[in-house]
């Protein structure tokens, strides 16, 4: 429905975006605006700002902007028409009549509505009566609770072929309109209509105003086939554009931070009652642009579950070419495997609610899995292959439409590309001596940040608590500055120190029981260090060491380093876009150095005298920059 300006400025007069923000933000006055702390983003300082008189709110710190028709869109994911809704009933303002023809064609929806309501009434009776017994003890061996059951209303077809049709015709609804509904089947031949599900355990299927707009059906007779029915397309159900659980779930998505999306219905109520009420399905369909765009209004990086097998895998890599197309700015998605055979309904049932979260923590960001899955396509031993690699990734990020992204996706690409190619050996190398063994799927490593390398070493330790043998002399000279986290690593070294043999399961219950547990389990969740492949649990330990050997020699050479690339950061803008991708390969060659040098003649010299090579490189090429030359590419 379209709206006047008129109407929206009449909304907009009535009520001052601060007397809409602080609802949801405590607010407090400066001046001529109010201050308060974002919702957007976890902060201790306040950048958000609302202005009354201009009629918009600000936050610094994710950028967003908007009016308070944005502002609920953004915080409680409603779509536009909604949020007029919502606000001109706040304003007292009667929603505009629509014209006849829309008149006529809501109110032919609603009697739809009202007809796939009472289908649901039915079906719920239907399972509390003798004739649902089997049905309810099905939905009992699959660990569904009472109030599962009734909360996502859950039912029964009787098996019987005319009985929800002879029951709602009864009560005056048209064959016709159970036919449009997707309650009924016509034959092609001519044959009465009959009922679509039969002898099936019913889930309705609800729209974003938690209205009954089709059905989902698991056949209880092991042989029938299909084993899952939906509702058919009709006016009020597009598969293409329904979230299962959309409507239950925005709440606890946006109170969590977080959203989880998996395959089927079942998975949902099985994660629901396992405390995970922020999961929703895409009922099996492909990702469609419009479900894409629903999932980000309740988070931006909504996490997408896949089953750990090869299934999974090809399932996983046909959505990144769907979703490639449609990043933007602040919003993408991340990929949780499970492990191989199981469903997220399995992996509840068996392991518990801790086995899935750790699935979700261990998520990956889209980037990662592009990157695996094109360097899973084929060998990259020839510089024909690595050319055929080069060039398939190029064109897959030409069609990301987003051009900031685009941009980033290409930085980070020749990042790791240029990563990859330093730790191929030359046949030279190769023929002399051993190739310098790379851990596999080691990860991209931290970017040279005290708090990120910090990080990373607590995690590692966290993660590998024997780690502490061999490196209690390095940890232990370790100068973190950031209090809290010096205090976590303090503490997470004592525990391993007191308790020789610890296992990673008991330190972490020690952990959780202490105080540093939220800012452990933040880490956990929030820092993108966590995703680092050596660091995680299941990483051979004789890798961990390799790649944690090298972190500690970064940590070390970090002060020095940010000193003399700060220097030279204060010319960048002054650089072409050639000069500035040298200055980045240097400095990552800097901030790498620490474990490279099995590889080279080097091999046997002290790394602090290899780390002032480095830097003298660096400083070199600064002198140019200064006198205007532009530095020779040396590949």
């Known amino acids: 429905?379209?709206?006047?300006?008129?109407?929206?400025?009449?909304?907009?007069?009535?009520?001052?975006?601060?007397?809409?923000?602080?609802?949801?933000?405590?607010?407090?006055?400066?001046?001529?605006?109010?201050?308060?702390?974002?919702?957007?983003?976890?902060?201790?300082?306040?950048?958000?700002?609302?202005?009354?008189?201009?009629?918009?709110?600000?936050?610094?710190?994710?950028?967003?902007?908007?009016?308070?028709?944005?502002?609920?869109?953004e915080t409680e994911g409603l779509s536009f028409p909604e949020a007029v809704e919502r606000l001109a009933g706040d304003a007292g303002l009667p929603m505009p009549k629509p014209d006849p023809q829309f008149e006529r064609a809501n109110k032919e929806r609603l009697g739809l509505l009202d007809a796939l309501e009472a289908a649901a009434g039915l079906f719920e009776e239907a399972l509390g009566a003798r004739e649902g017994r089997d049905a309810l003890l099905y939905a009992e061996r699959r660990g569904l609770k009472p109030e599962t059951l009734k909360e996502f209303r859950i039912g029964f077809a009787p098996h019987a072929k005319e009985a929800l049709k002879a029951t709602l015709t009864k009560r005056g609804f048209t064959e016709a309109q159970l036919l449009e509904a997707g309650l009924l089947v016509k034959p092609d031949d001519g044959r009465p209509s009959y009922d679509r599900f039969r002898n099936r355990l019913t889930i309705p299927i609800l729209d974003v105003k938690s209205r009954v707009i089709g059905f989902g059906a698991r056949a209880l007779d092991p042989n029938a086939e299909p084993k899952y029915l939906n509702s058919p397309e009709t006016r009020l159900f597009d598969k293409g554009s329904t979230i299962f659980n959309f409507a239950r779930a925005r709440q606890a998505a946006f109170d969590k931070g977080e959203l989880v999306v998996v395959e089927g219905y079942m998975d949902v109520l099985a994660l629901h009652q396992a405390g995970f009420t922020n999961a929703v399905a895409t009922l099996g369909t492909a990702f469609t642009e419009r479900q894409m765009e629903q999932l980000w209004l309740l988070a931006p990086e909504p996490i997408i579950c896949f089953d750990g097998d090869r299934a999974g895998e090809a399932a996983a890599a046909r959505a990144i070419d769907r979703m490639l197309p449609m990043l933007k700015e602040g919003h993408s998605f991340r990929f949780a495997f499970l492990p191989e055979g199981m469903d997220p309904d399995d992996l509840v049932r068996s392991q518990g609610a801790p086995a899935f979260t750790q699935c979700l923590r261990n998520a990956r960001p889209l980037i990662d899995v592009l990157w695996l899955r094109e360097r899973a396509e084929q060998p990259i031993d020839t510089p024909e292959r690595r050319a055929a690699f080069e060039a398939r990734l190029d064109a897959l990020l030409a069609g990301i439409a987003n051009a900031r992204v685009r941009d980033h996706y290409r930085r980070e690409v020749r990042n790791r590309l240029f990563a990859l190619w330093r730790e191929r050996p030359s046949p030279r190398q190769s023929s002399s001596r051993a190739p310098v063994r790379v851990p596999p799927n080691s990860g991209t490593m931290p970017p040279p940040s005290p708090r990120g390398f910090a990080t990373t070493i607590a995690l590692t330790l966290v993660n590998h608590p024997s780690l502490l043998d061999r490196f209690a002399d390095e940890v232990a000279s370790l100068e973190v500055r950031d209090k809290p986290l010096a205090a976590l690593l303090s503490f997470v070294t004592r525990i391993i120190f007191e308790r020789d043999g610890i296992s990673r399961e008991q330190l972490l219950e020690v952990l959780e029981a202490s105080p540093h547990a939220k800012l452990l389990a933040r880490l956990s969740r929030e820092s993108a260090f966590k995703r680092i492949a050596f660091l995680q649990p299941e990483t051979p330990l004789e890798d961990v060491e390799v790649q944690f050997a090298d972190l500690i020699f970064r940590f070390r050479a970090l002060p020095a380093l940010s000193k003399e690339l700060d220097e030279g950061a204060d010319h960048l803008a002054d650089l072409s876009e050639a000069e500035f991708e040298r200055f980045a390969t240097l400095q990552q060659q800097v901030a790498s150095v620490g474990n490279q040098h099995a590889g080279d003649d080097a091999g046997d010299r002290d790394a602090g005298e290899r780390f002032k090579e480095k830097v003298a490189q660096v400083l070199r090429e600064k002198g140019t920059w200064r006198r205007g030359q532009r530095p020779e590419r040396r590949d």
């Not at 974002?38 to 936050?59: A, I, L, M, W």
């Open 1 to 73: 429905m379209k709206f006047s300006d008129s109407f929206l400025d009449e909304i907009r007069a009535r009520l001052p975006v601060s007397q809409v923000v602080s609802r949801r933000v405590p607010l407090k006055r400066a001046g001529r605006e109010w201050k308060g702390l974002s919702p957007f983003n976890r902060e201790k300082t306040p950048s958000f700002t609302v202005n009354d008189q201009k009629g918009f709110y600000h936050c610094f710190s994710s950028g967003k902007h908007g009016d308070i028709f944005t502002f609920l869109m």
